[in-house]
């Protein structure tokens, strides 16, 4: 029986973070997390759920828990030397000066998908390689995927590749090597749901190794069913040796089991990229190829398409409309009444109906899709009755007609003719007010010409009292150039102040006797991520940093007020910008001013061990 808390745990995991775990196995689920709750002293779900909703950084220990990221560079080398030695080259002698796409689903870190070009750049060259090949490696980890866009191993990983294969395709990065960034450019990483998000298309050769063995049988077999449309009618599907597919025999065949390398099965009518038999001809082979290509041009029409036959039963549905509605292989042939696109967005029976009787294409204009928390895009929507050459009806086409962008023009058009109108209204005022100061511009002049009179003699007065005002002038300018010399000087040893702590490997913060920030190292700001114009200025015991500050108010204290004591040193368990747990031993120093005590105290922070 299904433990209400553990559902409500992964509910929230999805709600908060995204991370659909609702298909994996649960028995291997329950215990990753049974871990992650004795790490932290917790026996049950429910408080559990409540840690990580008061200790948000938790998710990122529990993911690391439960994404175990298990792989390496060849990981079952004789595998991988079947599929560059038996497997490729066959694939790429049918796809000669064609674009290559392969997929890693599952790439953790890196390694495969890294592999994998090794594999392709050994039998295409590197410059074809370059020219012809694009890896798509995703994963829904973002920290692994991180890692894998760095391409940055230690040596210890790379004991693993065939000889010469390190100083080729790698190259020396301090005490790691990097992948070759030349080749790097042809593998494109991204985050991506297996469960819930739309596959790559049109793929080579796709590799997902030991990731199916975590869901259960029914997600296997959707995610499956999106690895059927990814692959092409001729690609190398390429698992781990944990995963049989044994009981997916409607999807894929096995090209060579033991190795787990696998074959698509063509399924009609959803797939009609069979290839096509060298020497064949006639009309029946013409006629297949006009209707996969007229196939091909529904699946990938930019506007979502349902087709539905005369009984309201799912035909078909291409590729964008699958994506918009969740709509899968599996739901062709049900009615449509029985999926949520009957009645979400809008509600489609009743206008299916009316299209069916009077024959006719009917409109529904401005509908809104809430895609997402702040996201919804605006359709027209076209149901159009089908017929054949003879009048019969054979269903109904829906088009879901993506006007979001026509729809926002309009409304901006239509905001900018109001602003035109409001703003002609106040042209016209503004024109009136202007004849009527025009008027009173004219007296105006009149009076100004008598003032000029005026003004005349005071400029004789003024005259005179330029040269006394040049005279004070040059005195002042004298004092200028004292002042910004003065200020240079200030300026150099300031300069000279940042260069001094910027070098320091230590985390050095100045206080004055109020504990107000006078100065904050890039080395501080590295280890607590609190930028300089953040810490300055600010109180000490205000920062919110992963250092306990509270701890060291007693002892700045002491430096502040004793002014026999000496420097003090303290050793505290503190958490650094990335949540890493470590130890920092703190200096406290009363600052000299040529012998003299300052009001001001340094702390000097350095990482002494980090905390497992």
């Given amino acids: 029986m299904t433990d209400a808390g553990f559902e409500a745990l992964l509910r929230h995991i999805k709600e908060q973070r995204g991370f659909d775990f609702t298909g994996y196995k649960r028995a291997s689920l329950a215990r990753r997390i049974q871990r992650r709750m004795e790490a932290v002293g917790l026996s049950g779900y429910d408080e559990y759920l409540d840690h990580l909703i008061l200790h948000p ?89 991180a890692q894998a866009r760095q391409a940055m191993y230690p040596a210890r990983e790379l004991e693993a590749l065939p000889a010469g294969h390190r100083e080729k395709y790698f190259e020396p990065a301090g ?143 291409n590729n964008r409309a699958m994506h918009l509605f969740g709509l899968t292989a599996r739901d062709v042939g049900r009615p449509i009444q029985d999926l949520e696109v009957s009645y979400r967005p809008v509600e489609l029976r009743a206008h299916l109906e009316q299209a069916q009787q009077e024959r006719r294409a009917v409109w529904v204009r401005d509908v809104d899709q809430v895609r997402g928390p702040g996201e919804t895009s605006s359709l027209d929507i076209q149901f159009v009755p089908l017929a054949d050459d003879a009048g019969n009806d054979l269903g109904l086409t829906v088009i879901f007609n993506d006007v979001t962008q026509y729809r926002k023009l309009q409304q901006e058009l239509t905001y900018a003719n109001r602003q035109l109108e409001v703003a002609y209204e106040e042209l016209q005022s503004t024109n009136e007010e202007l004849e009527t100061t025009n008027e009173e511009l004219q007296s105006t002049v009149e009076e100004l010409e008598t003032t000029n009179e005026e003004l005349q003699s005071t400029n004789e007065e003024l005259e005179t009292m330029n040269e006394e005002l040049q005279s004070m002038n040059d005195e002042l300018q004298f004092t200028n150039d ?53 810490a300055v200025g600010a109180h000490l015991m205000n920062l919110d940093i992963g250092l306990p500050v509270e701890q060291l108010r007693q002892p700045i204290r002491v430096q502040l007020n004793d002014e026999e004591t000496e420097p003090a040193q303290l050793v505290l368990d503190a958490v650094n910008r990335r949540g890493r747990s470590l130890q920092v031993q703190v200096t406290l120093t009363r600052i000299r001013d040529h012998g003299q005590l300052a009001p001001a105290a340094m702390l000097a922070m350095d990482v002494m061990d980090a905390v497992d």
């Fill in 57 to 145: 950084d938790e998710f990122t220990q529990l993911f690391n828990t439960i994404l175990i990221n298990v792989t390496a560079f060849y990981r079952d080398p004789d595998s991988w030397r079947h599929l560059q030695d038996d497997l490729l080259p066959a694939l790429l002698h049918r796809r000669e000066n064609q674009p290559i796409r392969a997929w890693s689903a599952g790439c953790a870190s890196g390694q495969e998908a890294y592999t994998l070009a090794m594999v392709l750049a050994e039998l295409l060259g590197i410059e074809e390689f370059r020219e012809r090949v694009k890896i798509y490696a995703t994963d829904v980890d973002e920290e692994a995927l």
């Fill in 482 to 534: 004292a002042l910004r010399d003065g200020q240079d000087e200030v300026e150099r040893l300031n300069r000279f102040m940042r260069a001094v702590l910027g070098s320091m490997n230590s985390g050095v913060a100045v206080v004055d006797s109020d504990m107000q920030v006078l100065a904050w190292n890039t080395r501080a700001e590295d280890l607590w991520g609190v930028r300089s114009d953040e």
């Fill in 175 to 317: 005490d790691l090597f990097a992948f070759r960034k030349e080749l790097r450019r042809s593998v494109i990483f991204g985050r991506n749901d297996l469960v819930q998000d739309a596959p790559i298309s049109h793929v080579d050769v796709l590799t997902c190794r030991n990731t199916l063995m975590y869901f259960n049988a029914e997600t296997q077999a959707q995610v499956l069913n999106r690895m059927h449309f990814a692959l092409r009618p001729d690609g190398v599907l390429f698992l781990g040796k944990a995963e049989m597919l044994l009981t997916h025999a409607a999807y894929f065949r096995p090209i060579e089991l033991k190795r787990r390398f696998f074959k698509k099965i063509p399924v009609e009518p959803r797939d009609r990229r069979s290839l096509s038999t060298p020497g064949a001809a006639g009309p029946a082979v013409e006629e297949r190829a006009e209707v996969g290509l007229a196939h091909a041009a529904l699946m990938s029409s930019a506007a979502a398409q349902i087709v539905l036959d005369t009984e309201g039963r799912l035909v078909l549905s």
